[in-house]
């Protein structure tokens, strides 16, 4: 398969690779790890791969999207960018096309490396990049990727309340019309971990009838 190719190539080139089988888990992923270059298929399982595009380049503007397609007329390239994707590739392609693309982006990233990705709230240290937050100077507690998609989904819009439906798309590519409680379940989770007294949040807001909010200033 493709997927297995291409991780087996970069890895040979001594990148390190992580290899989703579909648009849903490549969402969640890239919204909790931060990713030099995400080279994304247009046809996924799941979710398409401009679906996916359009939602990273919400969680992560900045990181470079190359695209990969079979689809090569004019109006699907420009849906493509359009979506967000930086570069463009149309199948079939040679290795050392995609290897050379690789190293373009390579080089833009040395000249404009990304700062730390550390947010600093109510005594909280939390490092959406390490995926880990401390409390009050303390140890390191680790924060799973669905954690790390909704603090970074919450803070990046901490303007306004983003509410439950929002959530369940943008973090966890699901409809928003599917009822589950697993929204509350992740909260209430990722609150022992960040919050100085769960039992009143601050950091982690709840606005009755509407959503959540990020509850500090930072």
Request: negative net charge; hydrophobic residues 45%.
């Amino acid at each position: 398969m493709l997927r297995e190719g291409l991780e087996d190539v970069l890895t040979a080139e001594g990148h390190a690779v992580v290899a989703v089988a579909d648009g849903v888990s490549a969402v969640e992923r890239g919204q909790a790890e931060q990713f030099d270059l995400v080279i994304l298929d247009w046809m996924l399982p799941r979710m398409e791969g401009t679906e996916v595009c359009r939602r990273l380049r919400l969680a992560r503007p900045t990181v470079p999207v190359l695209m990969l397609t079979a689809r090569g007329a004019e109006s699907d390239k420009v849906e493509g960018l359009d979506a967000g994707a930086d570069d463009y590739v149309t199948k079939p392609f040679g290795v050392k096309e995609l290897l050379a693309r690789v190293r373009v982006w390579e080089r833009r990233r040395a000249q404009a490396p990304s700062p730390p990705e550390i947010v600093l709230v109510d005594g909280a240290r939390i490092d959406l990049g390490r995926c880990v937050v401390a409390r009050d100077g303390g140890d390191d507690v680790e924060l799973t990727a669905r954690e790390v998609g909704l603090l970074r989904w919450l803070y990046q819009h901490r303007a306004r309340v983003v509410s439950r439906a929002e959530l369940l798309e943008h973090v966890w590519g699901l409809s928003p019309k599917v009822e589950t409680r697993t929204i509350d379940v992740t909260i209430g989770n990722l609150r022992k971990k960040v919050e100085r007294d769960p039992a009143t949040p601050a950091v982690i807001v709840s606005v009755k009838g509407v959503g959540y909010a990020w509850g500090g200033d930072g």
